[in-house]
């Protein structure tokens, strides 16, 4: 989920005018965000609803290339890199994936098919792979108050090096089951500027989640989670800074 600039407070969280309005979810999709050979680098702040720890985080991500993924041809192979800054150095992180997505049939959102995240904290390297089966969907052709439900297999592997002792991989598999309502229009203020958004409730794997996807790109501008408050501190789409 987006994250905020230090620390999200009123004055870096979301304003709303009146509160969400009508508006097709689809004009905060944009088919075309997933092109090979895209890149966009995104820098985020998230406060930690219980403990109060800030984190400042910037990720990339590329649009590497076109795959075959677990027999479906013509996949997005998307290369995330973060690099996490905690108030508390011990929280430090950094981490590398891939995510494999798909344009639906009809253009109205993506399906997700798995990722793959490597990342090292504290003295561990830890591989993580996720496979859906069938793949999510993330539709954005919903009215306001319009409402999907789907449930997937999941399989999750987990690889632990590191601590100077062997730890074998562990490997769990579950359905999980994913609804998004879409709760309409709002305009948001985050320290990279003023957007126009769709705001979505996303329930996930027992989270709850509310995310701000900006108009025309989809632009994650604000996420809230658990208490966790995160948004969108800058950004580029190709070396082009966006916001105001």
Do not use: H, M
């Not at 097709?24 to 406060?47: K, M």
């Not at 789907?150 to 994913?178: A, L």
């Amino acid at each position: 989920g987006a994250t905020d600039d230090g620390g999200a407070t009123d004055d870096g969280g979301a304003t709303d005018d009146g509160g969400a309005v009508a508006g097709n979810a689809l004009a905060c999709f944009n088919p075309q965000f997933d092109t090979v050979g895209n890149e966009y680098e995104f820098s985020y702040q998230t406060t930690d609803g219980e403990t109060g720890t800030v984190f400042n985080f910037t990720s990339t991500s590329i649009v590497n290339r076109l795959v075959t993924f677990n027999g479906t041809a013509d996949v997005n192979e998307i290369l995330f890199s973060t690099v996490s800054e905690a108030s508390d150095p011990a929280f430090n992180s950094e981490s590398e994936s891939y995510t494999y997505t798909k344009i639906n049939d009809n253009s109205t959102g993506i399906l997700v098919f798995g990722t793959d995240t490597s990342t090292s904290a504290g003295g561990f390297d830890t591989q993580i792979t996720t496979r859906f089966d069938p793949p999510i969907p993330y539709r954005l052709d919903l009215e306001v108050g319009d409402s999907y439900s789907v449930t997937s297999s999941q399989t999750v592997t987990t690889t632990i090096s590191g601590g100077g002792f062997p730890i074998p991989p562990q490997q769990d598999t579950r359905d999980r089951t994913f609804t998004r309502t879409y709760l309409g229009r709002e305009v948001v203020t985050v320290p990279a500027g003023t957007f126009e958004t769709c705001k979505f409730s996303d329930a996930d794997d027992g989270t709850d989640d509310i995310q701000w996807l900006s108009v025309g790109d989809g632009i994650p501008v604000r996420a809230e989670s658990g208490g966790d408050v995160s948004v969108l501190v800058s950004g580029s789409i190709n070396g082009v800074a966006i916001g105001n």
